[in-house]
Each structure stands twice: as C-alpha cells, then as structure tokens.
C-alpha cells in the first residue's frame, strides 16, 4: 500500500515537473493532454497491476512488466530519434550563424582597412 502511494505521489511530481513552461513549444496543448494520459495510466497500472497483465495477455505478450519494457523500449527509440533530429538542425543553425558572423566580421575589417586609405 505504501509504495503505490509513493509511486504514483512520484508520477505526479514528475509530471507537475515535465509540464513547466521551459521553451517556447511547451504549451502546445497536444503535450499536455499527452502528458495526462500519462499519468492517468501511470497512476491506473500502479493501483491495478491486473489490468496490465490483462491487457498483455489481450495483445499476446505474456506479462504486463514486458509489456511496460517493449513500451519503454519504442519510446525510447523515438526519444533518440526527435533529439538526433533536433541536435541535427541545431548544428545547421548553429554553423548558419557561424557564418553571417564571420561575413559581418569581414565586412567590418573591409570598411576599416578602405578608411584608413
């Protein structure tokens, strides 16, 4: 009885933490309703463990705990994935940017050097 409460006192704080405002895609409404279902299945597969291992059984796997890995498992892999993509723009970005700031530079170094003549 204990440990439920504490983990699902433990999905909530977590949650309450993932859904701060930190960035500006933060509030989409897409990720909090997400980030409620979550909780809500978290919460529900802490208080009712059966449901899990019937809903494994349902889809063919043999327990619920191998259900939650192979979900924890795709999840992962996407998590991978969105932050490759996002560290790949973030790159190009990042090298845009180094760019216009040397063209500038330059610039600047153009118009002193034609100044001083």
Same mark, same amino acid.
């Given at each position: 009885?204990?440990?439920?409460? +504490? +983990? ?24 909090? #309703? #997400?980030?409620? +279902? =979550?909780?809500?299945?978290?919460? #529900?597969?802490?208080? =009712?463990?059966?449901? *899990? ?12 705990? !191998? +259900?939650? *890995? ?5 999840? =992962? #892999? ?11 723009? *973030? ?21 002193? !050097?034609?100044?001083?003549?």
């Amino acid at each position: 009885m204990w440990i439920q409460i +504490l +983990l699902i006192a433990a999905i909530v704080v977590l949650a309450v933490f993932m859904m701060r405002r930190t960035g500006a895609d933060s509030h989409l409404a897409i990720r909090r #309703l #997400l980030m409620g +279902l =979550f909780v809500i299945a978290a919460a #529900l597969s802490v208080l =009712f463990p059966q449901w *899990l291992t019937w809903l494994a059984k349902l889809i063919g796997v043999g327990r619920g705990t !191998d +259900l939650v *890995l192979y979900g924890l498992v795709v999840v =992962f #892999l996407a998590f991978v994935y969105t932050q490759y993509r996002r560290n790949a723009v *973030l790159q190009r970005q990042l090298t845009l940017l180094a760019r216009k700031i040397a063209l500038i530079e330059a610039e600047s170094v153009e118009k002193d !050097d034609a100044g001083r003549q």
